[in-house]
């Protein structure tokens, strides 16, 4: 299995203090020694790194644990392989442009028979089930419309994806077309909503603390996602299973999406045990 | 204007050597200051690092000169912007997925129009003439083949297309789809094949000498392309103009690839002045 990050912010946001957490867990505090990936978003553009190398060991983590890149949103991915081998173009996230914008994608977990699912404009150049997945929900959403849809209707078209491809496995996802973060979860997924009055936080994975209230505004959002907590000393929650969630601008559902493929409601956090 | 760096090379090289003296030339050396960006191909895999800010002074440009990244196609590009703001979006090299593999694209000139040609399956996400271009190159390929075809049709489809982009006003261009480096000479491209027996070179930006025999096996052959030359005591070679030049494996036309769009002849690389 891997490890997921995302974040989705009101402002431009450094998220050097998660991805330090998150780093630690590629081969020293956690078993994801097979590669690691990231994709900032500066507005339309989508910036990513990727190594094949151990993230706890890897010298370009290093650099960015260095370089206050600010992104409102953010998806990284530490990898244990179980389909595809260890190079290169089987890292996540995986990135494409689909109308004009940069979509970008990371997986945990497995999908039976994905591969036999048909495609047509996208193509895999890896040999992962997730980028065929990736290639798989953009089909349907070329297909179905030449130019972006509202964002009502394309939110409901992802839920209806990914419940599909939730039906074949363990199916945990980020993604993003620079505008929302799309979140699946399957098996565990947390998330944690940081906005004033702000604190200070501590990572769990490294001994390094924060102070939130010091490098922030007091109309700053910021949503972070990951697979486990981070930090030891927030409320971090998790969000339902089963359903897409999506944030827009550190909020969930900011703009009404519809987050289930079949039903209208939001999903609510549920406190972490 | 901006400046271009291209390799191609038959067993996967460092080219931090070359980089160094490209790099300096973006705010330093040179005036190209409005970002920089470069495609580092590991067999179908494609990392790209890229900077708004000017490489000479980019800490992402210094974490590569220090880190070995061993390729066997790189495509870099320095900026001077003329069409399109300095956003990340708008910076070289693009790339795009087709047939299963990673495509990178940089350009310097200017395409007069190119904005008109309409575009069917690949959207630009920025506004330069540039990716415009690269996306309307993709769009004729994809439209005439749905899967990857010959090496030698692929060669002479994108001949074609060179020679009407190149119709509306400056095209030098480098591409890649992982496997070829596609060249395109309208004003300055120079390009440097070394080969055994291997020398010494010194940098004309920086005093910066490699010796080459120490670094190389003697089968090793490695071509360089650059807008002017990076090196002072090396035979840089014009590229012949307004044609095709394909390298693979670090060796011109080496499949008896068609490199013009009407004739099959090779050009011949000529000593630089």
Same mark, same amino acid.
């Given at each position: 299995?891997?490890?997921?990050? *995302? %974040?989705?912010?009101?402002? #431009?946001?450094d998220i050097r203090?998660? $991805? ?16 690691w990936?990231v994709?900032?978003y500066e ?5 990513? $790194?990727?190594? @094949? &190398?151990?993230s706890?060991?890897s010298?370009?983590?290093r650099?960015?644990r ?12 530490i990898?244990?392989a179980?389909?595809?081998r260890? %190079?290169l173009? +089987?890292?996540h996230?995986f ?5 004009g914008? +940069?979509? !970008?994608?990371? &997986? +945990?977990?497995?999908?039976r028979?994905?591969?036999k699912w048909?495609?047509?404009f996208?193509?895999?150049?890896g040999?992962?089930d997730s980028? &065929?997945?990736?290639c ?6 070329? *297909? ?10 394309l939110?409901?078209?992802?839920a209806e994806?990914v ?7 363990v $199916? +945990? %996802?980020? %993604?993003s ?13 947390v ?11 501590t990572l769990?994975?490294e001994d ?9 505004? &007091?109309?700053?959002v910021? @949503?972070?996602?990951? @697979? ?6 927030? #409320?971090? !929650? ?7 969630a999506v $944030?827009?601008?550190?909020?969930l559902? !900011?703009? *009404? ?10 999903p609510?956090?549920?406190r972490?045990?």
């Amino acid at each position: 299995m891997c490890e997921l990050l *995302g %974040m989705s912010a009101n402002v #431009p946001t450094d998220i050097r203090f998660s $991805f330090a957490g998150l780093m630690r867990r590629g081969g020293q505090t956690g078993p994801h020694r097979d590669g690691w990936g990231v994709a900032f978003y500066e507005d339309k553009g989508c910036r990513t $790194f990727q190594d @094949t &190398h151990p993230s706890s060991d890897s010298e370009i983590a290093r650099m960015i644990r260095g370089y206050p890149i600010k992104s409102r949103i953010v998806i990284a991915h530490i990898r244990r392989a179980n389909r595809g081998r260890v %190079m290169l173009e +089987n890292t996540h996230p995986f990135v494409r442009e689909l109308w004009g914008r +940069n979509w !970008a994608f990371a &997986h +945990n977990g497995q999908l039976r028979g994905i591969k036999k699912w048909r495609l047509k404009f996208h193509q895999p150049v890896g040999t992962t089930d997730s980028e &065929h997945a990736f290639c798989w929900i953009l089909d349907q959403l070329r *297909g179905r419309w030449l130019k972006q849809p509202s964002a009502a209707a394309l939110d409901a078209a992802i839920a209806e994806c990914v419940r599909k491809l939730a039906a074949l496995g363990v $199916f +945990n %996802m980020l %993604m993003s077309d620079s505008r929302a973060l799309y979140v699946h979860r399957a098996t565990n997924l947390v998330a944690l909503t940081r906005r004033a009055p702000f604190g200070a936080a501590t990572l769990i994975d490294e001994d390094l603390t924060a102070d939130f209230a010091r490098e922030t505004n &007091h109309t700053d959002v910021v @949503t972070i996602i990951a @697979t486990r907590p981070l930090t030891r000393n927030e #409320p971090w !929650a998790e969000l339902p299973k089963h359903e897409l969630a999506v $944030f827009r601008n550190g909020r969930l559902g !900011a703009s *009404g999406a519809v987050v289930r493929a079949k039903s209208r409601s939001k999903p609510k956090l549920k406190r972490a045990a």
